[in-house]
């Protein structure tokens, strides 16, 4: 599952990326901006126990609200990171998140490079994502103007934090919880910067609570 996630994060920025190539790029923006949407508040209905009708009914009273009110986009941008954080968080062991956490500050830095050498298809792609209000797209009011994070640096904080404290490690959660909101400020600050590696400061804030959880490993590193 670890590798299936992996695999379809990068999948998806390689159809993107095609897409805008050859001058389709809505077609995924209307994807992003209802599909997504859709599927993920149906799978947190679905994970709550809903019956069918239930869960068809709510999401897609949640699709009609996201195309017919202008600030609903706001919202479900939450729904979907929190909710996929939540689902995805209990699901996997804490080494896991780590692992998917830090593969995409890689792939953060990787498409940062390659945006200031040769390509401009990053910026591309932010500010196509912002004007279409995909819920891949959060958007903050800086005192310096508008500013962007991605759905996945909001999520992957949470996900740190939902995973940690489903495996019994609830000071870690709360640590990587203020450490990883804390990036995400510090992120906010800067009209262009990469959110990822300024939110994986959730992980520092993961291995302080664990020793404050755990003070004999203290011991066990000093040593």
């Given at each position: ?26 077609m995924f923006h209307s ?158 600050r800067h009209d262009e ?24 490993c203290m011991g066990v590193?000093?040593?």
């Open positions: 599952m670890l590798v299936v996630v992996g695999c379809l994060i990068v999948v998806v920025i390689i159809m993107l990326l095609l897409l805008i190539r050859f001058g389709l790029s809505r994807f992003g901006e209802y599909g997504l949407l859709w599927a993920g508040v149906a799978l947190i209905l679905l994970l709550l126990g809903q019956t069918w009708y239930v869960i068809v009914v709510l999401s897609s009273v949640a699709v009609i609200l996201q195309y017919r009110v202008s600030q609903f986009h706001l919202v479900s941008t939450g729904i979907f990171a929190v909710g996929s954080a939540a689902v995805l968080g209990s699901y996997f062991e804490v080494i896991h998140v780590v692992a998917l956490f830090a593969f995409l500050i890689l792939l953060d830095m990787l498409s940062s490079i390659l945006s200031s050498r040769q390509s401009d298809y990053m910026e591309k792609i932010a500010k196509g994502m912002s004007q279409e209000k995909s819920i891949l797209i959060f958007r903050a009011t800086t005192k310096d103007g508008p500013s962007l994070v991605g759905c996945a640096d909001i999520a992957f904080p949470c996900m740190l934090a939902v995973s940690a404290f489903t495996h019994s490690l609830e000071v870690g959660a709360v640590f990587a919880s203020a450490f990883g909101l804390a990036g995400l400020l510090l992120a906010a910067a990469h959110a990822g590696p300024y939110a994986s400061l959730g992980i520092l804030g993961l291995f302080i609570g664990y020793l404050v959880q755990h003070p004999e590193l000093v040593q």
